[in-house]
């Protein structure tokens, strides 16, 4: 469980381990390095952790709110489902990141209806980072709408680069700000990735916050009309040699479905016969 506060991230479970570097793996895709893990068999166990992270998370008391949260913070849960097949002896794993994710909210520093929250010093800066981040979410969403909106398979989700415009092979590709910040950086997979993805937003019925709902409700719209392709994690692990038999085994499938046979029982009576001719 870590946060980003005024950008720099710190692992909520070990506050001492501050200042993690966002990595780039191909089979893990975007991960924060040195970022602490522990192993949990159930719900009450997740449940514990993330209590545990949300006492070490910065907030603070602002005009507007008495506990204000002044940081992102992310829940990450690597999920994991075995099962081992008893002729081959290979073990296949089902597996998924399940990321929680917590924005802080936008901040108006002066005007609207309330007077904004005044905030000076040090709530002055993380409002500031609080609120370039939450922006940078929005045109990575507005970029990922618009590339695939112009792209010609209307359901294909954009990579990191993002899409070229139809009709045109050297066209030129739309770049999706992912890099802008540390929070669109690490969630680039759950934004426009194999990821599904579900946002929960607050409004109040207030007038007051009108001005407000109506930006909220205009972001979750826009989020909306992105189309994510989530596809199953499958690995397979277990003796190095038993891995190779059943790509040997595998292997022989092939080529027998390339001969035209389906059993390996009628490969062999047909290689006998062969024999007995000779």
Do not use: W
Request: charged share 25%; glycine share 8%; proline share 3%.
């Amino acid at each position: 469980m870590l946060e980003i506060y005024n950008e720099v991230i710190t692992d909520l479970l070990n506050p001492s381990a501050t200042n993690l570097q966002i990595r780039e793996d191909i089979k893990r895709g975007c991960y924060v390095e040195d970022l602490s893990e522990q192993l949990i068999q159930n719900v009450p166990d997740a449940m514990r952790l993330m209590r545990t992270g949300a006492e070490n998370r910065h907030v603070g008391e602002t005009r507007l709110n008495r506990e204000s949260s002044r940081s992102h913070s992310v829940f990450a849960c690597t999920l994991e489902r075995h099962s081992k097949s008893q002729e081959t002896g290979v073990t296949n794993v089902l597996f998924s990141r399940l990321n929680l994710i917590d924005l802080a909210g936008s901040e108006r520093i002066h005007g609207g209806e309330h007077g904004g929250s005044q905030a000076t010093g040090k709530h002055f800066r993380e409002a500031c980072h609080i609120n370039k981040s939450l922006t940078t979410l929005g045109r990575v969403i507005m970029e990922l709408v618009e590339a695939q909106r112009s792209s010609s398979g209307a359901g294909r989700p954009p990579s990191s680069g993002g899409l070229g415009r139809p009709g045109s092979a050297s066209a030129k590709p739309r770049h999706v700000p992912y890099r802008d910040s540390r929070l669109t950086f690490l969630l680039q997979d759950s934004l426009g990735g194999n990821a599904k993805t579900l946002m929960i937003a607050n409004i109040s019925p207030s007038s007051v916050s009108a001005q407000e709902t109506l930006s909220t409700l205009q972001f979750m719209s826009r989020a909306k009309c992105i189309r994510n392709r989530a596809t199953i994690n499958l690995d397979a692990r277990g003796d190095v040699v038993l891995l190779q038999r059943e790509i040997v085994r595998l292997n022989n499938e092939l080529d027998n479905l390339r001969k035209g046979y389906t059993e390996p029982a009628i490969q062999e009576n047909k290689e006998l016969r062969e024999k007995l001719e000779e």
